[in-house]
């Protein structure tokens, strides 16, 4: 099976999606802003680069792409029709250096905290968000 789109468009398409301050990232950031909480973003120095570190915490945030870091059992985790092989090979990838990377942070001592996109849609944010500052433990 070919792609829809002309290769011109695709390679436009993948290049807008971002990687750095999602509308997912920007919702938890700013519940925890308004919560009085305050973070790092992206810091360079620990691994896996999290979206959101909380050092009062002892504590990381990392807010992940259904899609991309592979959601099992959630409907926005569908692999492509088009070159399947490839992409469940790069998300399969994703998903191995997601379980490295919470391994290596856990045994440095952080609490590791994984936010799903689907857990931060209208339906269901304000029960997610909530949730988060119990697991922080405030």
Known sequence: MTDVHEPAIRSY??????????????????FLFSSGLRYRLYDKNLSGKPDLVLPKYKTVIFVHGCFWHGHKGCKYYVIPKTRTKWWKEKIDINIKRDINTT?????????????WECELKIHNIDETLHQLLNQLQL
């Open 13 to 30: 398409n993948m290049s807008r999606i971002k990687g750095k301050n999602t509308k997912p990232e920007i919702r938890v950031r700013k």
């Open 103 to 115: 391994n290596k942070l856990k045994s440095e001592g952080w609490k590791v905290i994984v936010i």
